[in-house]
């Protein structure tokens, strides 16, 4: 007797291929649902309905279509229990060898604006998640795809193993299938809840050859269902991307994602910025960007808003850089970056859209947080001192502090011209990140705007920064001793402005 597939998925990438490859090369038969079964039919792959198998309809509108003994006890039998097998032939049961089946689509329902909780709800699947965990807890006897990822290599497991997939291969296919459940299921409970439920769940998308250091294990975990930020990513060129790799693009992803209006450009080492820049043009932000820090600009991680044309691909040549990214890059730009082999070259199209909340694991836990995506609101911002910002320093301010809240703290940032001058990151004080930024800014300073990502308790770097040059100063605000740093601002003819809000990063 032929060997049996149920095939039933909202996802029909690959499927008619890979129906056809079942049918043609190892006559399996098919049997299917609702409109998987209306795809193969059209295709001209011979299946047979499930509501034809089983002997019944399907009901309540779809809900109930392969919630049937038919279906799991050919799904959940052991092939090598006696019983299990005089079960299936009492009841007429065909052992089920392969189960395809993907879920409906729920993340991307509720994603879409005005989304209701009737339509949410109905895109609760049941089925699906029956049958995924059902043949994945059997995978000593069949194999179950949940990823169009996977169909090539199934294909190949059997093309190399006389018709069979090895054990290895269905029980890796099987924590795929769990993993697969286990994410959907905090999707809903996260929307149902109005709040996000974790339980740090993921699938594994790529083992890396290490993480921070070459002694650290490491892997690179997709969550949810569907593909989205980095996973999403396009790879056009270099080698596989590195566990840091992965955390720089992210901080600087998250820095070119404040800049929209204007072309922007960020370069990252080490999850600081080194430079960052707005121009007229993709090219001048990037050699705005790459000038403000040349020597901390070899071997960066770099962040485009805008698509990579050929003259900012000749630029981006010009100096060793670990990872480029940006929207899109045009097909002269790729030819002129294929001549840097290493470089690492991906097109994400939406850079701006991030995680929600924050996850950091601890001993015994996790914390989480929301993400710092508050929006920055000059209307709200209070000029303290008597000289107040001219329309240009005001807009110096508003990128400076832009930038300041991706700095790790303490960060002290002086830019002008829409271009960072120094940055000062992570000191264990304030007058120590200030001390590296005027220093790296050097006569630049003049003129220059600074932004502190949290209040100053003592006027020493207002006078620090005045003796540099500095003109005009953004902080949060908050400290008893606010008033000695708005004192002296005056008395050295500073602007400062208070925003209200702290951009602590650890």
Known sequence: MARLALLSVSNKTGLIDLARSLVEEFAFDIISSGGTAKALKDAGIPVTKVSDYTGSPEILGGRVKTLHPRIHGGILARRDEPQDITDLENNQIRPIDLVVVNLYPFEETIAKPGVTLAEAVEQIDIGGPAMLRASSK???????????????????????????????????????????????????????????????????????????????????????????????????????????????????????????????????????????????????????????????????????????DAATASELTKTFLE??????????????????????????????????????????????????????????????????????????????????????????????DRTTLGVGAGQMNRVGSAKIALEQAGDKAKGATLASDGFFPFDDTIRAAAAAGITAIVQPGGSLRDQDSIKAANELGLVMVLTGVRHFLH
């Open 138 to 308: 059997n995978f000593a006897h069949l194999t179950v795809l949940c990823d169009p990822a996977q169909y090539d290599e199934y294909l190949q497991e059997l093309r190399q193993n006389n018709g069979e997939a090895s054990l290895e291969f269905r029980q890796k296919a099987a924590l795929k299938g769990f993993l697969h459940t286990a994410s959907y299921d905090q999707a809903i409970a996260s929307y149902l809840a109005g709040t996000p439920q974790h339980t740090l769940s993921g699938t594994e998308l790529q083992s890396l050859r290490y993480g921070e250091n070459p002694h650290q294990s490491a892997a690179w975990y997709q969550a949810g269902t569907t593909p989205t930020g980095w996973a999403a990513a396009k790879k056009l060129q270099g080698k596989e991307l590195s566990y840091n790799n992965l955390v720089d693009l992210e901080a600087a992803r998250r820095i070119i994602a404040e800049f929209t209006d204007t072309p922007a450009a960020t370069i990252i080492k080490h999850t600081n910025p080194c430079g960052t820049a707005l121009g007229d043009t993709i090219v001048e932000a990037y050699q705005k960007a790459f000038n403000a820090d040349s020597t901390s600009a070899f071997g960066g991680i770099v962040a485009l808003n805008r698509p990579i």
């Open 323 to 416: 990872c480029v990214v940006a929207p899109d890059c045009d097909a002269e730009a790729q030819k002129i970056l294929s001549k840097k082999t290493n470089v690492r070259v991906l097109t994400l199209a939406d850079l701006s859209s991030g995680p929600k909340t924050l996850v950091k694991q601890i001993a015994g836990g996790f914390l989480v947080q929301a993400a710092d995506d508050i929006v920055a609101d000059t209307s709200k911002w209070q000029v303290v001192t008597e000289l107040q910002p001219t329309a240009d320093q005001l807009g110096e301010l508003l990128f400076a502090w832009k930038v300041c809240k991706h700095v790790k703290s303490n960060a002290i940032v002086l830019t002008s």
